[in-house]
């Protein structure tokens, strides 16, 4: 609301400044209208950039003048009667010109002096999903995941308040998530940023999916809406939960492994024991074994929509 009313004021007091401190005619009036709706326009694009992008620009344009300043003393200088001619000819030209082209260069260049672009390096963005995990951590640790980890600001706000909620267990993950954020800044192996760039859109995985386009980055997610997004505007995601399913280790059937029966099964007699990914295992004859570990033979593997289940036999 106050920014409403700065527009509307400002719209109102630029015409009504001009046509009774300059001069009282219907052009001063309309040029008085016309700064006003200048300021505003400007107050509304200004409002669009971040204020890095906006001294990255200022930036470029400094550059620019000082580029134009070092040809002026150099013509100047050199003292040839045809270059003096020509450069008090076409001096303002110039100098227009090394203005926007100390702009453009800085526009274009804008990732690398915000250091989120590095020959040889890819980006990627951790989602609140990976952060919350935690395992990102550990792939970084082993250099599995390589180059530059962005944590947006808006992904971090969401676990400052995560972690000052009345909820004991959305407590623990905003606080866990931020642990996991301090960890990743302290590895060796990689580079964190920090970025302010928040992009416009309905949910926080539209936002991470739009972030990642715009840097041209990867996502680093546990969550599947994340991933069908990012695969939906042609960005990489980088699922751990899918990442955790691939490493599953392979049983076959014939193999004998080593397996704690921990408890009775739905059948007569069966035993239950788990692996080390938590893939349930189902033993005829085991329930004489729960509570011990023992050598067991797979002879059937069923992959249903929740996951793998394997049957197995005691071993003779």
Known sequence: MP?????IATLIAFPFLTYNYIKPDWMTFLGGLLCGAIVVAGEVLFKRFRLIKIMI???????????FIVMD???VHWEQADALNWWKLYAPHVQIGALIFGL????????????????????????????????????????????IIVLPVFVM??????????????????????????????????????????????TMEERIVKLAKSLDAEVVTLDFNVT?????????????????TALKPVVLPGETMSLFIMK????????????????????????????????VAVYSILQTSSGRMIFAKIKN
């Open 73 to 75: 003393y150099s013509v």
């Open 104 to 147: 453009l260069a800085s526009i274009f260049k804008a990732r690398d002096l915000e250091g989120l672009s590095y020959a040889g390096h890819h980006i990627k963005i951790a989602d609140l999903t990976a952060l919350i995990d935690g395992r990102i951590v550990d792939l970084c640790e082993i250099n599995f995941v390589s180059g």
């Open 157 to 202: 706000d969401v676990l400052n308040k995560m972690a000052a909620s009345k909820d004991p267990l959305e407590r623990a993950k905003g606080r866990r998530g931020l642990d996991v954020a301090s960890r990743l800044q302290e590895l060796k192996e990689i580079t964190v940023h920090i970025t302010n760039k928040t992009p416009k859109a309905d």
């Open 228 to 244: 069908k997004s990012a695969l939906l505007k042609n960005v990489i995601a980088l699922n751990i939960a899918d990442l955790a």
């Open 264 to 295: 009775d099964g739905k059948e007569k007699e069966q035993g239950i024991g788990y692996l080390d990914d938590g893939t349930m295992v189902v033993v005829e004859d085991g329930r004489k074994h729960i509570g011990k570990r023992t050598e």
């Open 3 to 7: 920014i409403w009313i700065f527009r």
């Open 57 to 67: 620009a200022c930036t470029g344009i400094l550059m620019g003048e000082l580029l």
